[in-house]
């Protein structure tokens, strides 16, 4: 979803500097490099919302798949780094 939206960001800049510059003719660099500006910039900005639509998609997963109740979507990026899980015979897990 990022990378389209990126996408169309950069071509509706190309599209307007386009139109503004009479077809590039003048200021193809800059418009490219504008472009390339934005394309960069829009990276960090998107990158928390990404990660926390991952997270809750994980938890809702989680939730139907396997019958676990995620109370803190935080704890699934440990949960996620683990290499080993080990719960007791009252299901807490270690």
């Known amino acids: 979803i990022f990378v389209i939206v990126s996408i169309?960001?950069?071509i509706a800049v190309l599209v307007v500097l386009g139109v503004?510059?009479?077809g590039f003719q003048d200021n193809l660099r800059d418009t490219?490099?504008?472009?390339?500006s934005i394309l960069i910039a829009s990276?960090?900005?998107a990158l928390p919302l990404v990660l926390q639509v991952?997270?809750?998609l994980g938890a809702s997963?989680?939730?139907k798949e396997h019958s676990a109740i995620v109370t803190s979507?935080?704890?699934l990026q440990d949960i996620a780094s683990m290499s080993m899980l080990c719960s007791d015979k009252t299901g807490t897990l270690t």
């Open 61 to 63: 997963f989680l939730a």
């Open 8 to 10: 169309c960001l950069v």
């Open 54 to 56: 991952n997270l809750a």
């Open 73 to 75: 979507i935080p704890a």
């Open 43 to 45: 990276i960090p900005v």
């Open 32 to 36: 490219l490099l504008a472009a390339l």
């Open 20 to 22: 503004a510059y009479d």
